[in-house]
């Protein structure tokens, strides 16, 4: 799986020495901060994919947060984005296309994109007038018949009847795998599914929890389930066991669901495992079916094993990062289960540079001058990028 992963390891950010232009202030809530994007003709529903220093997302799954057209600045997209997210791609084409990674001080940008190589960044405004005001959003999920053509989302606030979209047939939900989605404002509470130009719709469902986001399953008679999570993911946790080569020193997992890309972890090197006898054990969401083995604080890892069996406990033997072995039943440290061999392609390095062997133990002379020598030198490890596609 091709994620986008930032990580740090610095020892001292000398955050003085960051001097930008001043920017024009606009009305945005507290914490977030407005990113515009203008980009190439052909980039179709642009999104943004954010993140910290220490690799912790502003969102939970590829491509991102959704730019939405400025009706007052044709050509620009704005996205609101928590301050905190100062690395940023812009991507397009359900994520087909993308920039490199952007570093950002924290405020509100302008960033104007020519090419997947070629974007930059402006502090001072690049549009006219405020951006549109910060609506809170949730996302709504409906999975629908299969003769039901162009499903659209139909929303409100009953009984206030204060309508989400403009008219009928409301907001058109995007294709996704099974899944159609659409973005409505969080304040809703009752919806509508339809399809085939409004011509065939489901009940009114009131009374829904606002603020979360909304799965619609709709059955051939036109009734619906309405979940808060993901029913395809409602399965029970699992427990992953492995045995790592001796130099795998506090192994973690990454976890994730291909190719939703909904990632168990927040940020890499993923959750650490504990030792139960000769055994390293972690437990974790059920719905994953993709785990990368790593340690060393994710500086040697296994490459992406996708395709597991949803729902099933997983044993793991790792003789090193390109041979490892795995089976739902406990297999012996030889090797007894199903042969992993490594990816095609290399899987994307997700850990900073290796660094040389550690020194000495005893001179504790060398130790005190490279301590010295890494404060001053204010080391900072670059934010590594891998790109995914969906």
Known sequence: MKKTIALSAALLIFVSAMVFSPQTALANPDGMVVVYVHVPDDWEAPHLWAWDDAGNGAFSSWPGGEAEADPNNPGWYYCYLPNWAVNIIVNANDGAIQTDALSSDGGDIWITVASPEEAGIAYAALTSGEAPAYVEKITVYARVPADWDAPCLWAWLDPDGANAFAAWPGGEMKAGGEWYSVRAPSWINSVIVNA????????????????????????????????????????????????????????????????????????????????????????????????????????????????????KDVWIVVTDAETYTYDYAEIASSGTGETAPPPAAASPDRSPAPVDDEPDSGNAVLWIVLGAAAVAAAVIVVAVVAKRKK
Do not use: C
């Open 196 to 311: 085939n130009e409004g011509t065939v719709q489901t009940s009114d469902y009131k009374d829904l929890v606002q603020g979360k986001d909304i799965w619609v399953v709709v059955a051939d008679d036109l009734t619906a389930a309405i979940y808060y999570e993901n029913p395809d993911l409602m399965v029970p946790n699992i427990t992953v066991r492995v045995q790592v080569p001796a130099d795998w020193e506090n192994p973690h997992l990454w976890a994730w669901l291909d190719p939703d890309g909904t990632n168990a972890f927040a940020s890499w090197p993923g959750d650490p495992f504990e030792r139960n006898g000769d055994w390293y054990e972690l437990a974790l969401p059920g719905w994953v079916n993709s785990l990368i083995v790593n340690a060393n604080g994710g500086a040697v890892q296994t490459g992406d094993m996708k395709g597991l069996d949803v729902g």
